[in-house]
């Protein structure tokens, strides 16, 4: 054991999600070899960022935009941010409402920061997506997981939200739409989960990275109700809605007094983001709404595309999603569980996807799959897996386990 001492903060950082992606490293690996892998085990869309954005880049990068900027985020890059969310929200607000992070994930840790003390529990749901359990964790905070409910595709247990909640609750955070479940919030649950807040002076966090893939329910932004708006953080990105995860640009929005705060952690974490980067965002943000439909078109595409492959195999079943890049098989009927079941397609149809476990206890039994690759190598993806379940029949080979 080593004789190192560090923090009680860096136990925190550990947990559930840090260990899931082993096969997704796997895949990555022999890919780069050059075997003929089909990698559905991460969010990351193939499409290139659009060019506009990176010639801005580019541009800024030859104006030697390449200092320190502000801490909060440009001005001019605020105003855009607050002016398209009071479109799409009604919220009022402005550039003093807004900070600009490293992407989304940047934007939970700091609001975990900002708000969870030791002693506070801070509430989510499982499952959700895995980096929640240590960013929530981080502050000293308790996590408390209120299981989604598996029978409902997966919707939101009101009743066991409503226990989980009490004085000590500091917040609840909400990713929605949800991943790995593709669920999308109805306006009813959302009202409730907002006098449900209220009444125990809670904030609401809520991460919308996949507001802009919705397919076809209606989709609130929790900003759009007035009374959750006193303690409501939104948090964005433009990782998924303009194909840009490497490029680490997100938001908050927030209230004045805690984007004061926010400001005085990004001093001390980060010290501003870079200009030749917000310079790109500013173009994304102004630019690029043909290309944010496009995109949101062809992951529709695929969602009914891999519905069609999948819907009708025996021993699966698939969790039909509302928006995002994800769908939930429900394998628990092949007799082995969501990591088996990972570990073996991968190795017999070189094929990755993710244990669901590794969203929380009420993903096991299940995998997800992502569609954020292109439509051939995806109907390959769900031709293969269609070939292994196909193999776990009894009479097809040893393994005779499908129930
Ligand atoms: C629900 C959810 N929130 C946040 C993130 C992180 O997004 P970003 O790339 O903006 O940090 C992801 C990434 O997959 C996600 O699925």
């Not at 550990?14 to 969010?43: K, N, T």
């Not at 440009?74 to 398209?84: D, F, G, H, S, V």
């Not at 069609?308 to 969790?319: N, Y």
């Not at 997800?368 to 029949?393: H, K, M, P």
Request: hydrophobic share 45%; proline share 3%; net charge negative.
């Amino acid at each position: 054991m080593s004789q190192q001492r560090y923090s009680q903060f860096v136990r925190r950082l550990g947990g559930r999600g840090a260990g899931a992606w082993g096969i997704h490293g796997r895949a990555l690996a022999a890919r780069s070899r050059g075997e003929d892998v089909i990698v559905m085990s991460v969010g990351d869309p193939e499409f290139d960022t659009p060019a506009t954005v990176a010639e801005a880049a580019h541009a800024a990068l030859r104006a030697g935009d390449t200092h320190y900027t502000d801490m909060r985020g440009r001005q001019a890059l605020r105003e855009l941010i607050a002016a398209r969310h009071r479109a799409r929200t009604g919220q009022d607000v402005d550039a003093g409402n807004v900070v600009v992070v490293p992407g989304a994930q940047a934007g939970l840790f700091c609001a975990s920061m900002c708000l969870g003390n030791p002693g506070d529990e801070i509430i989510t749901t499982d499952p959700v997506y895995t980096t929640y359990e240590a960013t929530i964790r981080a502050s000293g905070a308790t996590l408390v997981t209120v299981p989604l409910d598996s029978t409902r595709r997966f919707r939101i247990d009101l009743e066991r939200l409503d226990a989980a909640v009490n004085d000590r609750t500091r917040a609840i955070f909400l990713a929605n739409p949800n991943n790995p479940t593709g669920t999308v919030l109805h306006e009813d649950e959302m009202n409730f989960v907002v006098d449900l807040a209220a009444r125990h002076g809670a904030w609401i966090v809520a991460d919308e990275v996949y507001a802009e893939q919705v397919f076809d329910a209606p989709f609130v932004h929790f900003a759009s109700l007035e009374r959750s708006r006193e303690r409501l953080v939104t948090v964005s990105s433009l990782s998924k809605s303009h194909a840009m995860t490497g490029w680490r640009l997100g938001w908050m929005v927030v209230p004045a007094e805690m984007a004061a705060h926010l400001e005085n952690l990004m001093l001390a974490m980060l010290y501003g983001m870079p200009g030749f980067i917000q310079a790109a965002a500013i173009a994304a943000l102004r630019e690029c709404d043909g290309e944010v439909d496009a995109m949101r078109e062809a992951y529709r595409r695929r969602r009914d595309l891999a519905m069609s492959q999948l819907a009708d195999c025996r021993g699966i079943g698939c969790v039909r999603p509302d928006a995002g890049m994800f769908m939930l098989l429900d394998v628990s009927a092949t007799g082995l569980a969501g990591g088996e079941f990972a570990a073996r397609l991968f190795e017999e149809q070189g094929v990755s996807v993710l244990d669901a476990a590794a969203f929380g206890v009420a993903g096991e039994g299940y995998v997800r799959i992502a569609f954020a690759g292109a439509d051939e190598r995806l109907a390959e993806g769900c031709r293969r897996i269609r070939a292994f379940v196909d193999s776990l029949r009894p009479g097809a080979g040893q393994a005779a386990q499908l129930r």
